[in-house]
């Protein structure tokens, strides 16, 4: 029971009803709001990063006895924007129901855990000006990092049955070296992307005007 909670996954019999209830009913009002009108383009974007999303979840990083995985839902967020629900709602799934990894009555709150923090990380990304958009992608990535294990943490200290506070303590302490990971990704991302698909960040085809602008002084 302790790797899921280590995980940022709360398992199964360990919050209370309403905190189930609850997080069921923000993951449903969530996803039905994520699913309107989404546009054709940004299907292939979806499907990719939802199984990048899923993947990540099973490399994990052993320390002592207790393993933590990588999260990724701050590059969620900043690349699907408020479409990131989606995926991350799939990636749960997913994780629960073929590798047993989270819980089946849980999945609304680790869905919310996870959810937050990447709609905030998005929110933040979007209303960044433009020329900044490149910058941050450290930053934001540890900051969601930080997010999520709080939050965990929150939920954990408050919603669960008996005394889990000083677990949940000792899970933001074990998650350091994840969210130094997670802002050393996003910044590599962001850079590969800068170049590669400027598009899927709100940016200017400018590399790839620029490459062509080159190779056209060139002949």
């Given at each position: 029971?302790?790797?899921?909670?280590?995980?940022v996954?709360?398992?199964?019999?360990?919050?209370?009803?309403?905190?189930?209830?609850?997080?069921f009913a923000?993951?449903?009002?969530?996803?039905?709001?994520?699913?309107v009108r989404?546009p054709?383009e940004?299907?292939?974007?979806?499907g990719?990063?939802?199984?990048?999303?899923?993947?990540?979840?099973?490399?994990?990083?052993?320390?002592?006895?207790?393993?933590?995985?990588?999260?990724l839902?701050g590059?969620?967020?900043?690349l699907?924007?408020g479409?990131c629900?989606?995926?991350?709602?799939?990636?749960?799934?997913?994780q629960?129901?073929?590798v047993?990894?989270?819980?089946?009555?849980s999945?609304?709150?680790?869905?919310?855990?996870?959810?937050?923090?990447?709609?905030?990380c998005?929110w933040?990304?979007?209303?960044?000006?433009m020329?900044?958009?490149?910058?941050?992608?450290?930053?934001?990535?540890?900051f969601t990092?930080?997010f999520?294990?709080?939050?965990?943490?929150?939920?954990?200290?408050?919603g669960?049955?008996?005394?889990?506070?000083?677990i949940a303590?000792t899970?933001?302490v074990?998650h350091?070296?994840?969210?130094?990971?997670?802002?050393?990704?996003?910044?590599?991302?962001?850079?590969?992307?800068?170049?590669a698909?400027?598009?899927w960040?709100?940016l200017?085809?400018?590399a790839?005007?620029?490459n062509?602008?080159?190779?056209?002084?060139?002949?």
């Amino acid at each position: 029971m302790l790797l899921p909670l280590f995980a940022v996954h709360i398992s199964d019999g360990i919050l209370d009803p309403a905190w189930l209830w609850a997080g069921f009913a923000f993951m449903a009002i969530a996803v039905l709001v994520a699913m309107v009108r989404i546009p054709q383009e940004m299907i292939p974007k979806l499907g990719v990063l939802t199984a990048v999303f899923f993947v990540a979840s099973q490399i994990h990083l052993p320390l002592g006895p207790m393993s933590v995985h990588l999260i990724l839902n701050g590059l969620l967020g900043i690349l699907l924007g408020g479409r990131c629900v989606l995926a991350i709602a799939v990636g749960l799934a997913l994780q629960a129901f073929l590798v047993g990894h989270g819980g089946y009555t849980s999945l609304g709150v680790n869905f919310a855990v996870m959810a937050i923090p990447a709609l905030a990380c998005g929110w933040i990304f979007q209303r960044l000006p433009m020329r900044f958009r490149m910058v941050p992608g450290f930053f934001l990535g540890a900051f969601t990092a930080v997010f999520t294990v709080l939050l965990n943490t929150l939920v954990l200290s408050f919603g669960a049955k008996g005394d889990w506070a000083v677990i949940a303590r000792t899970s933001v302490v074990l998650h350091i070296p994840i969210i130094v990971l997670e802002g050393v990704i996003a910044a590599s991302t962001l850079r590969v992307l800068v170049k590669a698909r400027p598009d899927w960040l709100g940016l200017p085809d400018q590399a790839v005007s620029g490459n062509t602008s080159e190779n056209g002084t060139s002949h």
